[in-house]
């Protein structure tokens, strides 16, 4: 597979789609005329009159120092989009007991402050444009109060510089977030354990804080009255120690340790063993991660921590001189030590960076959970691009989507309010009949030797035979057995003796393959010449001579003989498709794994009026991506899953699957519901007033012909049954978007749509709104797109950014749509960057954050912001994404946004979640 970016845009949409790739090449021809006007009627930047952007403030990287020392703030990096030169205005918001900290000359742009006290201090940075009154009156900004920036704080820790002489930086906690590592940590079960840090606590917390654990196996904590206590959890129970009083604001080394060899649990304060207690059982085991510092839930520390290890071996065993240099991971080839780490962090690295490895020589996984702007959040278990995702109460659930490799996700996750992942429920597509029995043609006697059978299953399988029954027999209802390939048969209906001499001109059934039926009951050939009923040795076959007995009395004409002796197998022993089948009385046969064809020709001609039967398997646990989720407004909080694509590059494009989750059961379920009436992908849909859900548009392919759909269905939620709606498109969509305007304002019932592809695989400019009973035109874009995105603004309007118009060209344009005109207006501001594929989602103070998304150039790390007040859009220039990404998902979480996913520069699919913190 070609891991590039492009390649993957080519898996996802239909051929005749790519052609914006290729305009986007001659795109990069043009690029002159981009620069020096205008193309295609789209006004210059240089012609348009922007509102006043606001500064942003940068207060510059968290610091640790040591007590005393004079702290230099720099704000230097703040800046104007607009090049308006800056007022600075900084002030202490939060400063440790009895600190007579002030900062000297709070309107300098790097002022300094002396941290006379070990602490915490919180400083805060408004920065303001300093405007010259005398404008001249039609210069943009003119006549306008100067604007200010959101504050942007920083921490500085200050007090010991760490344990020990050249330590390093330290985890900076800041009493309001916690750490965690982004892979989980697979200790537990039997295993011994150490787990040690070196700890400097600023204050005792509110409520009892985690200062280092795995939830559900172990926690060290530190509790509301200063003391420090080890906790364990058990399979059956768990126990704990501790309870050491920890002094304040001093380095502490602490280590806790389960020693199997002496059914200990210890805790250790500065080398010195200090509780003890007797441990029998064995540790839970999760996919749950490591956390430092809090956990959701939990108090949260205000300190720092240093060296943290957590091994599955005893380390100490008595007291000790705590370790006064970096921690090691073990090495190989030393007794009872390889190979036994599960996490060391120095914390060696530059505050605020994001991923990082270190001496450890293992990924540091831990970041500073208080910076501003993007940092990882957490790692999903995998990597996903074209997924879908949504917030269902205090947790994000994740479905569908591709791989690194470019096969559909089976399995769905969660991210929980402690924003660690978790497996759920096994994402599958159910609509497959397994088995599917097909009328013999008509026109073929016994006599007949040679002829063809054909079928074509949806989708292709993974597993396939066919066969035809042609030695059979009846019991006559007087003691015989009648049919073709037997000799003899008789039926003692007192005693359940059934006995069969098979003709001597046939060969006996083929091994395994004899079936002789009384009734309910069934003798089953083991292959080894045993016939078995219900399990039990019943009967046997010698030669062409079968007995059996079954429980007695029979019923006179219930007994039949089956043997299969037609068989084709499209697969070797190794798994691997053969064109030509293997099998008895096979002469030729083929099998298509595109569209599903099977072709099979017999030398044998099956029974009159038997019919033939193809059985195939499928790997049930197949995955999608292209689907839809819609949250039901049901008491269990579930979702609809409809449509989607199921196996890259073949198979049925389109599914007509539907299934819904259940979050409530433990384990969590996907359950099949009734199928939808056409199979669609690309499609979206939405939820109804009346708890239904509407599923519109997208595309759906017969045989292989490609359609773009303008049909609608509705989910009935009290059944759930489809049924065609009683209206449709005015046009046919795919890769459309679409909106509930309800989200936008609570009084509105109406979904808005807009763009996608055409029937003609061109990008659209009209748009259309569902009133609850039809689908009716309104106002059409300025501009056509498709791949854009939509999102509601505070004041009930809607914002659409972006996109790729008529012409193959990556759009920087934005327009807002009004409900109640029902017209669109086009924006007179830009975005900084052109992108499609990527997304925008509001912020808690009514801004919007556009994340990712492609440009002729590739795919974007960068992001922006819309400011509905002033209608303009700014770059976050102090952050980017750790990582490039389109076809991610952006929701809002936690005061900030997750983003989810989504494609590299390489157009593979990234496990990696980052959080935006405005």
């Not at 001659?26 to 009627?41: A, E, K, Q, Y």
């Not at 934005?814 to 990527?838: K, N, T």
Request: hydrophobic share 40%.
């Amino acid at each position: 597979m070609e891991h590039s970016f492009i390649h993957t845009l080519k898996h996802n949409i239909s051929q005749p789609e790519n052609i914006w790739l290729a305009r986007t090449c001659v795109f990069l021809c043009t690029l002159g005329l981009l620069l020096s006007g205008c193309i295609n009627d789209e006004p210059s930047p240089d012609d348009l009159l922007r509102g006043n952007t606001p500064p942003v403030a940068d207060a510059g990287p968290d610091q640790a120092v040591e007590r005393g020392a004079t702290v230099a703030l720099d704000g230097s990096q703040s800046f104007d989009s607009e090049g308006t030169a800056l007022s600075f205005r900084w002030r202490i918001l939060e400063q440790p007991i009895g600190s007579a900290a002030a900062i000297t000359d709070p309107a300098s742009p790097t002022p300094t402050f002396v941290a006379d006290v070990d602490g915490l201090y919180r400083v805060e940075l408004i920065v303001g444009e300093i405007v010259d009154i005398n404008l001249p009156a039609n210069v943009p900004g003119a006549g306008e109060a100067g604007a200010s920036s959101e504050p942007d704080e920083v921490a500085i820790f200050a007090g010991a510089p760490g344990p020990f002489t050249d330590s390093g930086n330290k985890l900076l906690l800041d009493g309001l977030h916690f750490g965690t590592t982004l892979l989980p940590m697979t200790i537990g079960g039997d295993a011994n354990l150490t787990a040690e840090a070196w700890v400097w606590i600023n204050n005792v917390p509110a409520a009892t804080a985690l200062i280092m654990g795995k939830e559900g196996v172990f926690d060290l904590v530190l509790r509301s009255d200063g003391t420090v206590a080890f906790q364990w959890f058990l399979e059956a129970g768990g126990g704990q120690t501790g309870g050491l009083p920890l002094s304040l604001q001093t380095w502490h080394h602490l280590a806790a340790v389960i020693d199997r060899s002496r059914s200990l649990a210890f805790l250790a304060l500065d080398g010195k063993i200090m509780a003890t207690a007797t441990l029998s059982g064995n540790l839970n085991t999760n996919t749950l991660r490591f956390n430092v510092g809090g956990r959701d839930g939990s108090g949260f520390l205000t300190g720092m921590i240093d060296e943290v290890r957590v091994t599955d071996n005893v380390r100490y065993t008595s007291d000790f001189d705590p370790p006064l240099v970096p921690l090691l991971a073990d090495i190989p080839f030393v007794e009872n030590f390889q190979n036994s780490v599960h996490g060391l962090w120095h914390f060696d690295e530059l505050a605020g960076i994001t991923l990082f490895a270190d001496q450890s020589l293992r990924t540091n996984d831990l970041f500073l959970v208080a910076q501003k702007g993007f940092r990882p959040l957490t790692r999903m278990l995998n990597a996903r691009i074209n997924h879908r995702a949504l917030v269902l109460g205090n947790r994000i659930w994740i479905a569908g989507g591709l791989n690194a490799t470019g096969q559909p996700v089976v399995q769905s996750e969660s991210i929980g309010s402690d924003d660690q992942v978790k497996a759920d429920a096994d994402l599958f597509v159910t609509a497959r009949n397994p088995t599917l029995v097909i009328d013999r043609p008509t026109g073929l006697g016994d006599g007949e030797k040679d002829f063809n059978f054909s079928v074509q299953t949806s989708p292709p399988i993974s597993e396939l035979s066919v066969s035809a029954d042609t030695l059979r027999g009846l019991d006559n209802g007087a003691g015989a057995i009648i049919g073709t390939g037997i000799s003899t048969g008789t039926v003692n209906y007192v005693n359940g003796q059934v006995s069969i001499t098979f003709a001597p001109a046939d060969p006996a059934p083929t091994a395994g393959t004899l079936r002789i039926i009384a009734g309910g009951l069934t003798a089953v050939d083991d292959g080894s010449g045993n016939l078995f009923i219900n399990g039990l040795d019943e009967g046997d076959i010698t030669g062409k001579v079968a007995t059996v007995t079954f429980p007695a009395p029979l019923t006179p004409g219930s007994i039949k003989v089956l043997a299969n002796t037609l068989t084709a197998n499209f697969f070797d022993t190794n798994g691997n498709t053969t064109s030509t089948p293997t099998g008895s009385g096979i002469v030729s046969g083929n099998y298509n794994e595109t569209n599903g064809r099977v072709d099979v020709n017999f030398n044998l001609a099956p029974v009159a009026n038997e019919p033939l039967r193809i059985s195939y398997n499928f790997t049930p646990n197949s995955g999608i991506s292209d689907h839809s989720l819609t949250a039901l407004q049901d008491v269990n909080g579930r979702v609809l899953i409809t449509g989607g694509t199921d196996l890259e590059g073949i198979g049925p494009i389109g599914l007509n699957a539907a299934a819904r989750y259940d979050p409530t059961p433990d384990p969590t379920t996907i359950s099949a519901v009734g199928n939808l009436n056409t199979p669609r992908r690309f499609h979206t849909a939405g939820l109804l007033n009346n708890g239904n859900v509407l599923v519109v548009g997208g595309e759906s392919f017969d045989g292989n012909t490609q359609s773009t759909l303008n049909t609608v269905e509705i989910y009935d939620a009290s059944n759930g049954t489809f049924s065609d709606a009683d209206t449709s498109l005015s046009t046919e969509r795919r890769h459309h978007k679409m909106i509930a305007l309800k989200d936008c304002n609570p009084n509105e019932d109406r979904l808005l749509v807009t763009g996608g592809y055409g029937m003609d695989n061109q990008p659209l400019a009209s748009a259309e709104r569902y009133n609850g009973s039809i689908f009716q035109s309104t106002g059409a874009m300025k501009k056509q797109r498709v791949r854009h995105a939509m999102v509601c603004l505070p004041d009930g309007r809607v914002l659409v950014t972006g996109g790729i118009d008529e012409t193959g060209r990556i759009l920087r344009t934005a327009e807002i749509y009004d409900p109640g005109s029902g017209l669109f207006s086009q924006l007179e501001s830009q975005m900084v960057f052109a992108r499609a594929e990527h997304t925008a989602t509001l912020l808690p103070d009514k801004t919007i954050l556009i994340v990712g998304g492609l440009d002729f150039l590739g795919p974007h790390a960068s992001a922006e912001i819309y400011n509905p007040d002033t209608q303009n859009f700014s770059r976050i220039s102090t952050s980017n994404m750790a990582f490039a990404r389109y076809g991610h998902v952006a929701l809002p979480w936690k005061n900030g946004v997750a983003i989810i996913g989504g494609g590299n520069t390489q157009g593979q699919a990234i496990p990696l979640v980052e959080f935006y913190l405005p």
